[in-house]
């Protein structure tokens, strides 16, 4: 019977994430290269892990601005349906691109600051809440530090290891209080002490993207006084979601085409809402 089947059996990925096949074989390379570490000297194993360091700091430092991605295509997607719907239903309704180019204008800057004082306070609301969480696990392990133990060795017994190979894990980490917290805040509750959320650079992408999405449906009416303007605005701002989806797929990893089209849809049905707003629904009210 299995050390761990009462505490959930062992870890089941997720289906998008599959280990490679020579899984085992690479842990043998790696024990095999630590062994050969432990023969050298002291300088050697020295300078490896401070290579290694290197890259770790860089790693996490490209994941904190990557993780900004959300930022950036929230802010400049709702921007940019935003002032579509807007523009189109001011347009739709009185046919006058100076009041049109205003009304937009006057959107963009509206949404920008509401957008970034939105994103500072719920950025802010979310670093409190983690910070009161993990001083509350710090708590725990300070008023019973055996609980947090035991709590480790579940959670690695729950990862797939056996009561044996757990119990010998957290004693290890036992040795370095700051070791096994770390790894406890981050298995027990998914957050990390040193993935640290900055409100204001959270709140500063937000705003400059919404506005410059926010801006681009407007640029046809700066420019042209076809009848037509209300057309290219919309198709604009299609090329843009269209583009938007494009450069989401080189970080995603994901069907370049099929991304862009998914925002792209959004656009159109933005657009069309904007039309029936600004012309079909104040026709069936007699408001114009």
């Known amino acids: 019977m299995s050390d761990n089947k009462d505490l959930g059996g062992p870890f089941k990925k997720p289906k998008s994430l599959e280990f490679p096949k020579t899984f085992s074989g690479a842990v043998e390379s790696i024990r095999k290269m630590m062994d050969a570490n432990l023969s050298e000297s002291e300088d050697g194993i020295s300078s490896q892990m401070v290579d290694a360091s290197k890259e770790l700091t860089q790693t996490k430092t490209k994941v904190a601005s ?3 991605i959300r930022e950036v295509i929230f802010g400049m997607q709702d921007g940019l349906i935003s002032s579509l719907v807007l523009v189109s239903s001011v347009y739709g309704a009185t046919q006058n691109t100076g009041v049109t180019v205003i009304a937009g204008l006057a959107g963009a800057f509206g949404g920008t600051v509401s957008m970034s004082a939105g ?40 990862d797939g290891l056996s009561y044996r190979g757990a119990l010998v894990i957290a004693e ?6 700051e070791i096994l917290l770390r790894t406890v805040i ?39 006084d076809n009848p037509k303007i209300l057309a290219f605005s919309i ?3 299609g090329l843009s979601l269209f583009t938007m989806g494009v450069g989401k797929s080189r970080l995603t990893k994901k069907n370049p085409i099929i991304s862009g089209l998914d925002i792209l849809s959004i656009g159109i049905l933005a657009g069309l809402a904007g039309y029936f707003f600004g012309t079909v629904l104040p026709g ?5």
Do not use: C
Request: no cysteine.
């Open 119 to 158: 994103s500072f306070l719920s950025s802010k609301a979310e670093r409190e809440v983690h910070e009161a969480q993990i001083n509350l696990e710090l708590q725990q392990f300070q008023d019973d530090p055996s609980s947090t133990i035991e709590q480790l060795i579940a959670i690695l017994m729950q």
């Open 66 to 68: 990557l993780a900004r």
């Open 235 to 237: 198709a604009f701002t």
């Open 186 to 224: 981050e298995k027990k509750l998914g957050l990390s002490i040193d993935m640290v959320t900055e409100p204001w650079k959270d709140a500063f992408v937000m705003g400059i993207s919404f506005f410059i999405g926010a801006f681009i449906p407007i640029i046809p009416y700066l420019v042209s």
């Open 172 to 177: 290890a980490m036992a040795e370095k209080d």
């Open 284 to 288: 069936i009210f007699g408001i114009l």
